[in-house]
C-alpha cells in the first residue's frame, strides 16, 4: 500500500521559513514526478513544486527566488524548503508521487496534507 507522510508543517511568523518533508512508501515502482501543491481555504487547490527524477523543477510564480525542492531517491523522500514566507502562503500542503505501475502507467499518489500557517 502506497503511502505519503508530509511532515514539517507548522505556525511561523511573516519573513520566517520551513521545510517540509515528504516520505514515501509502500512500493518498489519508479518514482517520476514528485512535489507539493497547497489548498487555501475557498480557494482551488494549486501546484507549488515539482521534481522530476532526473531533477528537473517546476515553480509557481508565486513562490520563485522563495521555494526551493528537493528529493532524496535513495530514501524516497522530497522535501520543500520554504523561505521568506507570507501570510498567502498559509494553507494545507499536499505531497504528491507519480509511480510508474505495470498496469496503469502513472498513477498520481497524494498525501493528506500539513498545515502551514503564516501570521503577519
Known amino acids: 500500500q502506497v503511502q505519503l507522510v508530509e511532515s514539517g508543517g507548522g505556525l511561523v511568523q511573516a519573513g520566517g521559513s520551513l521545510r517540509l518533508s515528504c516520505v514515501i512508501s509502500?512500493?518498489?515502482?519508479?518514482?517520476?514526478?514528485t512535489g507539493w501543491y497547497r489548498q487555501a481555504p475557498g480557494k482551488q487547490r494549486e501546484l507549488v513544486a515539482t521534481?522530476?527524477?532526473?531533477?528537473?523543477?517546476n515553480f509557481a510564480d508565486s513562490v520563485k527566488g522563495r521555494f526551493t525542492i528537493s528529493r532524496d531517491n535513495a530514501k524516497n523522500t522530497v522535501y520543500l524548503q520554504m523561505n521568506n514566507l507570507k501570510p498567502e502562503d498559509t494553507a494545507e500542503y499536499y505531497c504528491?508521487?507519480?509511480?510508474?505501475?505495470?498496469?496503469?502507467?502513472?498513477?498520481?499518489?497524494w498525501g493528506q496534507g500539513t498545515q502551514v500557517t503564516v501570521s503577519s
Open positions: 504528491i508521487a507519480d509511480l510508474v505501475q505495470l498496469v496503469v502507467g502513472v498513477a498520481r499518489y
Open positions: 509502500g512500493t518498489s515502482s519508479s518514482i517520476t514526478t
Open positions: 521534481i522530476t527524477s532526473a531533477g528537473s523543477t
